[in-house]
């Protein structure tokens, strides 16, 4: 039988990324060999969600932080939520050229696919 599980810490916030990223590396353990004990072993990831309210925005990392991070040897994965009231969505045409077409509100988009979010 396979174990899987996972352990989580995270750490919530508005302020900026670097500054939130900092917090969370000062409550891990600071020895790099520990790191690269558990990546042999284990899927090491520092996962960022990302909720943007604008289109068109992003972050960076200090070269400091970058190599803080690099420490863990873990994957570095982002994932990035844009504005849930974007005006257009791309569809395909049957000649499958893009199009630009207003989006439905996102109750309907739900309804219509059966899916539960």
């Not at 917090?23 to 899927?43: N, Q």
């Not at 943007?52 to 970058?66: A, I, K």
């Not at 499958?96 to 077409?101: G, L, N, S």
Request: proline share 5%; charged share 35%.
């Amino acid at each position: 039988m396979q174990r899987r599980g996972v352990w989580l810490l995270d750490n919530d916030g508005t302020a900026d990324p670097e500054e939130l990223t900092c917090k969370l590396l000062d409550r891990l353990p600071k020895d790099e060999g520990t790191w690269v004990k558990l990546a042999k072993r284990y899927d090491v990831q520092l996962r960022f969600g990302l909720h943007l309210q604008r289109w068109n925005r992003g972050l960076d990392f200090t070269p400091q932080l970058v190599a803080r991070m690099a420490k863990l040897h873990a994957r570095i994965i982002f994932d990035i939520y844009g504005p849930g009231d974007a005006l257009v969505d791309v569809v395909e045409r049957e000649d499958h050229r893009p199009v630009a077409a207003r989006k439905a509100p996102a109750v309907a988009r739900r309804r219509k696919s059966g899916r539960r979010h």
